[in-house]
């Protein structure tokens, strides 16, 4: 599969080569006339989230000039949505991780510079997938009808792939350069932002929706289906104030209630969202989109072995992690676990059990000590039933890469933001009210039902439910907590935290990027 997609090496940027096509190791008329390695380079569209390279763990990366392991797409934009927000902390001190963990970066920031590559360089391989897999090209190749209309549903999933990338861009960056498989190879990119970049996704994941060739939701784990595209536009509209200035609250319910009629249901079981089984036990019933693991194909240093991994430590048993030795790294901080009834030893909700306090203290005094903090273990690669996963040192393996898929989206994500909408104001609910939807999704973990829900309940209840998931940087800028008049431990540099400066809603465009591409303004308060 890896093979077939050749990374677009550039050693200063990638997004410098949005116009270009990948360097494939067989020629491209040859790949693109073969239904089954037109599948494979699908493939490596989806695997572009989880790995960074040709060949895994490391020795061949997509982009040059960083290193593999540390600048992965999940790892990354795990980092810039925890690390700079009251969830997570990271006691390492390399390069410039710790102005990302104490939301001090800038524009030459190496950490922003990988999450920015990393979402270009997945929205210029969508682009070459869906120019090569034209119907003009579909002809040209002679495909019959059958294998035509296959290649054709690939081609809306990487649609949705490059929207949900391109949305990525939107968020983190505010926007930055934009080409589609309509723009000519070789060009310079031309800069879109906001209102501009937000129209264009919209309308993207709007005609791909309308053109109905997407899989019906369900009906194939970790395919980007119809109910990928609605949440994907569900959570564009719940942002969309943020992004163009307008409340779009009503449109995002109307994609929640096509999500919520979708025959998702709740895990029975909260834990066995983050286990190495995810895509096996009832949790995939409620997984809407997983960036997908496996022990023995999927072998990197970044996504789930980083997120299995940096938080093992202390008196953590790795053993009982299902991997080989922890890397000490990440922890939480007591604006998160005091959020629980009890904090993190209460035992009122199920989801306080992945907390982990032996030997760890509550408080973030030190930002390098990992004894500060405690400890999440969400994610395991163990199953449901406590077996080991497949490269468990028990199975024979290194003990180093997990099964675990990554939940990006779920349903009870979906079922908190229909709630929200509701509270902002949209109409069209026909999925009941705000208060049920956020009782059922407490009621999972066994937590006591409210008796009423205001919008700023929304905003713990989500911190509860989808801690470490990668939504609190963006929640945090809905709900205007981020940057002021909301502190929590090492924010702006300092223990006790302090209010950020407002541009730091946006992280800056790398300037790496910026001297190659003289399109690209910067953002307001960067250099």
């Not at 906001?194 to 784990?221: H, M, N, Q, W």
């Not at 089984?277 to 980083?306: C, H, L, V």
Request: charged fraction near 20%; include cysteine; charge should be neutral.
């Amino acid at each position: 599969m890896l093979a077939l997609a050749a990374g677009l090496a550039a050693a200063s940027s990638c997004t410098k080569d949005l116009n270009q096509a990948p360097d494939y190791s067989a020629n491209a008329e040859v790949v693109y006339s073969d239904p089954a390695q037109i599948q494979q380079v699908l493939a490596r569209l989806y695997a572009t989230f989880a790995v960074s390279g040709q060949q895994g763990p490391a020795g061949q990366p997509d982009i040059t000039g960083i290193d593999e392991g540390f600048s992965n797409y999940l790892r990354q934009y795990w980092q810039v949505q925890e690390v700079t927000t009251d969830e997570a902390i990271i006691g390492w001190n390399d390069g410039t991780l710790p102005k990302l963990n104490t939301d001090q970066w800038d524009a030459n920031n190496e950490f922003v510079r990988a999450t920015y590559d990393r979402v270009f360089y997945e929205i210029a391989l969508c682009n070459e997938f869906i120019r090569q897999t034209s119907d003009a090209n579909l002809s040209k190749r002679g495909l019959g009808s059958d294998a035509a209309n296959t290649v054709r549903v690939y081609r809306e999933e990487a649609r949705v792939l490059r929207a949900l990338s391109y949305w990525h861009a939107l968020d983190l960056f505010g926007g930055g350069p934009f080409a589609t498989e309509n723009d000519a190879i070789g060009t310079t990119p031309q800069y879109k932002k906001g209102t501009d970049l937000f129209t264009y996704i919209e309308s993207e994941l709007k005609a791909v929706d309308a053109a109905g060739l997407l899989l019906a939701p369900r009906a194939v784990y970790a395919r980007a289906d119809k109910a990928v595209c609605w949440t994907l536009l569900t959570k564009l509209y719940l942002n969309a104030k943020v992004y163009t200035g307008t409340d779009r609250s009503t449109d995002a319910i109307t994609y929640a209630n096509k999500v919520l009629g979708a025959g998702y249901t709740l895990s029975p079981n909260y834990s066995w969202l983050f286990l190495a089984d995810n895509d096996k036990s009832a949790a995939k019933n409620e997984i809407i989109f997983p960036i997908t693991f496996d022990g023995i194909r999927t072998q990197t240093y970044g996504g789930m072995t980083y997120l299995v991994h940096a938080p093992v430590g202390g008196a953590v048993q790795p053993a009982a992690i299902g991997i080989n030795g922890g890397w000490g790294g990440l922890r939480t901080k007591p604006t998160l676990t005091t959020l629980f009834p009890g904090g993190a030893t209460g035992n009122a909700d199920a989801r306080q059990t992945l907390f982990f306090t032996k030997g760890q203290k509550s408080s973030v005094d030190t930002l390098t000590l990992f004894s500060n903090g405690y400890l999440v273990l969400k994610y395991k690669n163990v199953t449901s039933t406590g077996a080991a996963g497949s490269d468990a040192q028990v199975n024979g393996g290194s003990g180093n890469f997990p099964d675990t898929d990554f939940p990006m989206f779920r349903l009870a994500d979906v079922k908190l933001m229909y709630a929200e909408a509701l509270l902002r104001g949209g109409s069209g609910g026909t999925a009941g009210t705000a208060l049920d939807q956020v009782n059922e999704v407490r009621a999972r973990s066994g937590a006591a039902p409210l008796a009423a829900v205001a919008l700023n309940d929304i905003l713990d209840e989500r911190a509860r439910e989808l801690y470490w998931e990668g939504h609190r940087r963006t929640d945090l800028i809905r709900f205007g907590k981020f940057t002021t008049g909301y502190n929590w431990a090492f924010k702006g540099g300092v223990p006790a935290g302090k209010d950020i400066e407002s541009f730091r809603t946006l992280f800056p465009i790398p300037n790496s990027d910026r001297t190659v591409n003289t399109n690209l303004p910067q953002n307001p308060g960067y250099n």
